[in-house]
């Protein structure tokens, strides 16, 4: 086994003893699991980030803790170590889902997308309006970025995450190309302003207890 390939395992291996841990049973990582993993590391969040952010989680939670529980804390984690700055309040995690939608909508009329880009993504607003699930249509925008963005942005978004992840590659490991792939296109939302919608606050039943309220306490009419 090459010494990159144990180091992945072992790094797996060492989040599954964590969650073991504060689920009180035995934990194995899922396929999904290990691709945020993998994700993780090859963009080189320390183990310890992680590790932390699993603790936080289960010492809040009353229910399983699970990576899709403690990504957004790990990201925002990864963003200080990475630039030495908290994460910018206006970051994905904080929008609600119509403030996440109105930016969608914003990048697929913005006259710098080009055409494959703003149709796929008005398309893909169109879905979001009838009801279609958020998360699916995030994984769906993360395939086809890559083909839609276009040329320059795409190669600016390949040179900046490989250059990145070459900075934290021990000698002799070879970078995980499906999580290279992930990470840009994580970029390419951040500089096209896609926030991940799966992650957005959905105040829609909120809004819609708010309209109920409302009209209950408005007179009525004689």
Known sequence: MSAARSGDRAYA????????????RSVVLSPRDFALLSRWQAVGVPLGTVL???????RRAHGPVTLTHVSRAVSEAWEVIRTGRAPDPSSP???SLQEGRRKWLAASEARDSGPELGEMLAGLVRRLDS?????????ELDRELPRTAGRELLAEAERSVR???ARHLRPGQRADEAAILRAVA????????LPRLGHCR????????????????RPARG
């Open 93 to 95: 995690g904080a929008f």
């Open 163 to 165: 250059a990145r992840v």
């Open 13 to 24: 291996r060492a989040v599954e003893r964590a969650l073991s841990r504060w689920n009180g």
């Open 131 to 139: 009801g279609e699930d958020p998360e699916r249509l995030d994984r």
């Open 186 to 193: 994580d970029h390419l939302r951040q500089a096209l302003e």
């Open 52 to 58: 932390e952010a699993i603790a936080a989680a289960g």
């Open 202 to 217: 959905d105040d829609r039943a909120t809004a819609a207890r708010d309209a109920v309220d409302a009209a209950a306490r």
